[in-house]
């Protein structure tokens, strides 16, 4: 097949010259090298055409980056014979190690310009794909939770993804996986290792500290951290780039990453652990100085770096910054965020168990009110009572009203008789002048009594906690206790004049203060006293200065004020587009107020649907949950049960309720909603009897 391009190619493969008896030529200083190579090149070219002449040949060339010029330039001479038979050429290279091979960047750029030639840049695995390799592997299908881990720690680099789900399968029990193990596999450490032994001491030191930053990292940042300048800097991670060990980014200028997690992984991983804490605390130290202007935005990083660092014995930091990090996610409506800096500053504080410390009380209560935004009020409940008994312990009685005062809140759907003892305990135990404590403790005792009927002396208790308040509470205290008075009143449509008295002094309070956090407060609960008293034209001016706040725009403020915006466009029939903002609604609510966003939707599309008279549509899943479930909001149930004509079952909960002489319904702020609607059900039953005890509760 060779025929006379033997010669030529024996000189690259001389076991094809014994094998045909090809006659070896004579060495000779006087041959042109160029000329030589044609020929070697035209020979194995014409080969090449002659073999695909009798079938179709494909030829892979793998890692193109480690090959010698005489080898790329014979693979550029093959192309330009692509065209004359049936030959296909594939050739592999990584993207990061061009650069260091000038004659593969020579090539590509001569073979850009071929029309027969095309450059394909190979992406990683997709996980569907990392999913299907999975289950060939392991002969089953992995949890889809498996199958992200996998893809988020490999880039879907199919080295990296089969060495991971090899260690998988070896060292997990039974065959059974249902968590990615933190291990890096060893064939992947290798890989990686050889890669980083090509880089120079200062290199990888570099990358050693951005590796403590985390994924990604800033030129800054690191420059801070390494004590040099960021020209510096950029100098000394140039090989890595060029490696293909980091990246920069397309989006941000002066904003890198690592290529792949788990490189990042393994350099962390070698890190002696001293150095790593004291890289761990240089790197904390360094986010503090280059966002000095502006900290918010990194707060979650500083608090994770000091409370690394914190392990070398300097708590402080770690405590102060996690409070911080905690405190800005709750302003931002972020309660799930908050919960772990609140642990780390917890757990930071108890390693210190022979100091009793103000911070561990004060971080335990504000972890049980973050529990309590999140719905996991027993949760709540735990940790609260958990930080009175602290409180006690550590003898700080402000810090026990406080505690007691969260924990009120909390429990504010129950009965709370058993709190009014501890909150007369911490009264006694403060000093007996006028203080902000004392006027936060009679105005939490105020809402603990707010069952009682005595309505005049409950509105009493209320104005004396709020006449020591502001006689003597800085402003955070006098927004709270506006704050427990608002809600000891609600529920009682005599106290409303009051309300709305009280809620015009909470907002002057608070915009004297020029605190948005503390005016959005008390926007919120004057909104609610306009909207029971029906001023709606009010309401809906003050919803515009509520909006334009900025702490409005995000978090718990923007669910609470979109809430009221969807409450007045139903009172005035504004229907358009209202379905996609209550779902909108939801979305936002399930972030910030988890344990009553599911209600608060439910209400507002039976509400919807209700006035466009959809509710029939409805009716399959209404009777779907009331089989499921086994408790259910009977006031709305029974009134949803009556619109859509299943009046057995709203008759059987009206009853339930009307037996205990409607006792049963909760005096919150949902007591006047429960009555007005066991009163439409009762129209609806035509029960004259119960419509009499309706109509009398209704007018107290």
């Not at 005489?70 to 592999?92: N, Y």
């Not at 030191?205 to 801070?224: D, K, M």
């Not at 009380?361 to 309590?372: C, E, H, Y």
């Not at 004259?688 to 107290?700: D, F, I, Q």
Request: charge should be negative; aromatic fraction near 6%; include cysteine.
């Amino acid at each position: 097949m060779m025929g006379s391009a033997t010669n030529d190619i024996a000189a690259l493969l001389p076991e094809l010259a014994e094998s045909a008896q090809a006659v070896q030529p004579m060495p000779s200083v006087m041959i042109d090298a160029n000329a030589a190579r044609f020929r070697t090149f035209d020979a194995i070219g014409q080969f090449l055409l002659k073999a695909a002449q009798q079938v179709p040949l494909t030829l892979v060339f793998d890692n193109l980056h480690w090959a010698d010029s005489l080898s790329l330039s014979l693979l550029e001479f093959i192309t330009q014979e692509l065209t004359r038979g049936r030959l296909l050429l594939a050739g592999t290279f990584r993207d990061g190690e061009v650069q260091k091979n000038a004659a593969l960047l020579s090539m590509l750029g001569g073979m850009s310009r071929d029309a027969d030639v095309e450059r394909v840049h190979l992406t990683g695995l997709s996980q569907d794909a990392i999913g299907k390799l999975a289950e060939f592997m392991c002969g089953a299908a992995l949890p889809d939770s498996v199958i992200n881990t996998i893809c988020q720690r490999t880039d879907g680099n199919p080295l990296f993804v089969t060495e991971l789900i090899r260690v998988l399968l070896d060292e997990s029990p039974g065959n059974t996986i249902t968590a990615v193990l933190s291990k890096i596999p060893a064939g992947v450490r290798e890989t990686i290792a050889r890669r980083l032994t090509r880089l120079s001491v200062r290199c990888n030191t570099l990358l050693g500290i951005a590796a403590v930053y985390g994924r990604q990292f800033t030129a800054q940042e690191l420059a801070a951290a390494a004590e040099e300048s960021v020209p510096e800097v950029l100098i000394g991670l140039e090989p890595a780039m060029q490696a293909g060990i980091v990246d920069s980014s397309d989006e941000v200028a002066g904003h890198y990453q690592f290529t792949h997690a788990l490189i990042r992984e393994t350099i962390l991983e070698e890190l002696p652990t001293l150095e790593r804490l004291r890289i761990h605390a240089r790197a904390a130290d360094a986010l503090v100085s280059v966002h000095a202007a502006r900290l918010e935005p990194v707060l979650d990083r500083i608090a994770l770096h000091y409370y690394a660092a914190s392990a070398l014995g300097s708590p402080d930091n770690a405590v102060s910054f996690a409070l911080r990090a905690a405190d800005n996610a709750v302003r931002l409506g972020a309660h799930e965020d908050a919960l772990p800096h609140y642990d780390r500053a917890i757990e930071t504080l108890e390693r210190r168990s022979l100091i009793l410390d103000e911070r561990l009380a004060r971080a335990r209560i504000l972890k049980g009110s973050a529990l309590r935004q999140l719905g996991q009020i027993q949760r709540s409940v735990d940790v609260l009572l958990e930080a009175v008994k602290y409180v006690h312990t550590l003898g700080g009685v402000e810090l026990l009203v406080d505690a007691l005062m969260s924990l009120t809140i909390t429990t504010r759907y129950i009965a709370q008789q058993h709190l009014i003892p501890m909150l007369n305990h911490a009264l006694n135990l403060l000093p007996p002048a006028e203080s902000g404590a004392r006027a936060k403790a009679l105005a939490t005792r105020a809402f603990a009594h707010r069952i009682s009927t005595d309505s005049a002396g409950l509105g009493e208790a209320v104005e004396e906690a709020l006449r020591m308040a502001g006689r003597c509470a800085d402003t955070p205290t006098r927004c709270a206790c506006y704050h427990m008075g608002m809600m000891a009143l609600r529920g009682d449509p005599a106290t409303l004049s009051r309300r709305l008295q009280f809620g015009a002094e909470h907002i002057a309070v608070a915009h004297a203060a020029s605190s948005a956090d503390l005016l959005a407060e008390a926007y919120y609960w004057q909104a609610l006293n306009y909207l029971e008293y029906g001023r709606l034209d009010e309401l809906e001016e003050l919803l515009e200065r509520y909006g334009s706040l900025g702490v409005a725009r995000y978090g718990v403020h923007q669910y609470l004020s979109g809430g009221y915006r969807i409450t007045l466009a139903l009172l005035r029939g504004e229907w358009r587009d209202l379905e996609a903002l209550i779902e909108r609604q939801l979305e936002i609510g399930t972030r910030t107020r988890r344990g009553d966003a599911d209600g608060v939707y439910g209400a507002q599309m039976f509400a919807l649907n209700r006035d466009l008279g959809r509710l029939h549509s409805l009716k399959q899943q209404v009777e779907q949950v009331a089989v499921a479930q086994g408790r259910v909001w009977q006031p709305g149930m029974m009134l949803l049960y009556t619109e859509i004509g299943m009046f057995d079952e709203a008759r059987r909960l009206f009853l339930e309720l009307a037996e205990q002489e409607f006792a049963g319904l909760r005096r919150d702020d949902m007591y006047v909603t429960c009555l007005v609607f066991c009163a439409e059900t009762c129209c609806a039953l035509r029960d004259t009897v119960r419509a009499k005890e309706l109509y009398e509760l209704l007018s107290a």
